[in-house]
């Protein structure tokens, strides 16, 4: 068999470029994006499970037994519980008033959406702060009505809704603007209420999107720190997330611990990935079959 | 006129006020009010309490003004470490196969996946002087954890994802055959990049690159944990605004807080812009 370089490039472009400068052009700049990754992202994600380990299992499944890791997955899932059904629920009645309303200000409720977005999680911890907090401006009335929410567990949801806020409604909006809605006209025609319309014709072609979103909704959720960092007394065994637990148990020397937890929170960010690499492979296919 | 379009036209009569308000915009509000809006509010309202002379004296504190030395200066180098990189790397993965391209693409979300107190821990150890990577920068006399270059490295992974995923798409539309075209009529692989194909992706680069900059201005997770947080030194102004609070100097903290939401809205807008003109770009 004879080595046949012309075949792996189009024919046009060797008459013109030397193709052993191009070829070597190619392999120093795919060498150079993979160093980078290695360096900043590669070499450090890797470090996370070498870090966990390194006392072995029983040291990582200790930490996992934990009492005060096991408060911490509890205060973080129950965060999460709160906050993703509240902003699927938002997402979805923003995504359906912004794609199928027409009205003045319509750029700047979607810019304000997205605030959350561009708000450091420090100042959106002191926001909430400045409302709900001891000298927040609606503190008078908490107290009255004996609600704690800072430094308790509804500041700490208020939080992690806050941070994952805008997903649903920006995966959500433009697949709604782009399917358009002559099908929910047509339904609505055809005699079918506001709800029928919604379940049984935006729904469905709206459902990969919205997982979409729900998946990174979850995934901020489940990450939050900044501002629960400002929101929570950081007890621990009581007002601490699995964040604040990686952050207090490095700063104890605690490696193992930090490490160990930042296992369980990195094996979610992986499993999050995988799932939206699958989702796209699916909607790819889907549209392709079309 | 017809009976069928007067009904044509009764269908289609706009609606009034009490019409608009539906379920959807009651929670819309309802959700962005209790969550975003007030406190938004109450955070504007506490910073109204100070006169401008004292707002000023505390925004404008040494210790203030060289967070914002630092956050600013450092988060420009992050988001042109990302720009070059993160457009090399959408390039790499547009035009060319090469094995271990499905692993590249499926990690450059990883970032955003992964919570920012592990992003930090992480690299804090892996950037120490006895750290996997540290221990050769060490012999040299460059410091990489608990310095301004832990800080940058912190925020060029927070915000690596933005520049790619903003231009990769863009990059996928413009066709090869179009550079083909530039060289079989003489020009040369600078020309080729600098008039052809450059042009169509700089609003998806600088709308990646504003958005890089702002992630990395206002990060705190990563960088809390990988900074020495001394004043002059490595401290940023989220840092601050947090040791501030935990300092219960409530003032303090509102001020530089405010001076960061300021700047944050700024971006916003400037990323809306850019997107506007990316779209004008396109049609």
Request: charged share 10%; net charge positive.
């Given at each position: 068999m004879t080595l046949n370089l012309d075949a792996q490039v189009p024919m046009g472009e060797t008459t013109v470029q030397p193709k052993a400068q191009r070829e070597w052009a190619k392999i120093g700049l795919i060498l150079l994006v993979f160093a980078f990754f290695t360096v900043i992202l590669i070499v450090p994600v890797i470090y996370v499970f070498v870090g966990a380990f390194k006392n072995g299992l029983t040291g990582f499944l200790g930490t996992l037994s934990s009492r005060e890791f096991l408060n911490a997955l509890r205060l973080t899932l129950m965060a999460v519980a709160v906050a993703v059904p509240l902003n699927v629920i938002f997402g979805l009645c923003a995504a359906l008033v912004i794609a199928r309303k027409s009205f003045r200000g319509r750029t700047f409720l979607l810019s304000v959406i997205d605030l959350p977005f561009s708000i450091s999680p420090v100042v959106a911890g002191l926001m909430l702060v400045s409302l709900y907090g001891r000298q927040g401006l609606l503190n008078p009335v908490l107290q009255a009505i004996d609600l704690k929410i800072i430094f308790s567990f509804p500041g700490i949801a208020l939080a992690t809704i806050l941070g994952g806020m805008p997903f649903v409604a920006r995966e959500v909006i433009p697949v709604l603007e782009e399917i358009g809605s002559e099908e929910e006209e047509a339904a609505k025609t055809l005699g079918a209420s506001g709800w029928q319309t919604f379940w049984r014709v935006t729904l469905p072609s709206i459902r990969w999107a919205l997982v979409y979103g729900i998946i990174l909704t979850t995934a901020r959720a489940m990450g939050e720190f900044g501002s629960i960092a400002i929101v929570s007394s950081n007890l621990i065994g009581r007002t601490q997330t699995l964040t604040l637990f990686v952050d207090s148990a490095y700063r104890n020397y605690d490696s193992q611990g930090a490490f160990a937890t930042a296992v369980v929170l990195a094996g979610m960010a992986a499993l999050t990935l995988v799932i939206k690499q699958v989702l796209e492979h699916l909607y790819a296919q889907r549209h392709t079959v079309k | 006129m017809t009976l069928a379009s007067t009904e044509f036209c009764q269908f289609n009569r706009p609606k009034?006020?009490?019409?608009?308000?539906?379920?959807?915009?009651?929670?819309?509000?309802?959700?962005?009010?209790?969550?975003?809006?007030?406190p938004l509010v109450a955070l504007l309202l506490r910073a109204l309490v100070l006169n401008p002379a004292q707002f000023w004296a505390l925004a404008t504190t040494p210790v203030a003004l060289s967070t914002y030395n630092i956050t600013f200066g450092t988060a420009t180098v992050a988001a042109i470490v990302n720009m070059l990189m993160g457009t090399l790397t959408a390039w790499v993965l547009v035009r060319y196969e090469f094995p271990g391209k499905r692993f590249l693409d499926g990690i450059v979300d990883l970032p955003f996946a992964l919570p920012t107190a592990v992003a930090g821990v992480t690299l804090a150890t892996v950037y120490n002087q006895s750290g996997w990577l540290g221990q050769f920068f060490a012999p040299f006399g460059i410091q990489i954890a608990f310095s301004r270059v832990g800080v940058a490295i912190a925020m060029i992974f927070v915000s690596l994802p933005f520049v790619v995923r903003t231009v990769q798409p863009v990059l996928q539309e413009v066709e090869p055959t179009i550079e083909e075209a530039a060289w079989s009529l003489g020009a040369s692989q600078f020309d080729t990049f600098w008039k052809v194909i450059l042009p169509p992706i700089i609003p998806a680069i600088l709308t990646g690159t504003a958005q890089a900059f702002a992630r990395a201005v206002g990060e705190f997770g990563s960088v809390v944990l990988i900074a020495a947080n001394i004043p002059f030194q490595d401290l940023i102004a989220p840092v601050l605004v947090?040791?501030?609070?935990?300092?219960?100097?409530?003032?303090?903290?509102?001020?530089?807080?405010?001076?960061?939401?300021?700047?944050?809205?700024?971006?916003?807008?400037?990323?809306?812009?850019?997107?506007?003109?990316?779209?004008?770009?396109d049609a």
């Open positions: - | 009034t006020v009490l019409q608009k308000v539906s379920i959807p915009w009651i929670v819309v509000f309802t959700h962005m009010s209790v969550i975003l809006l007030l947090f040791q501030r609070i935990e300092g219960a100097d409530i003032p303090g903290a509102t001020v530089i807080g405010l001076v960061l939401l300021l700047l944050s809205l700024i971006l916003l807008l400037i990323i809306n812009l850019l997107q506007a003109w990316g779209r004008r770009y």
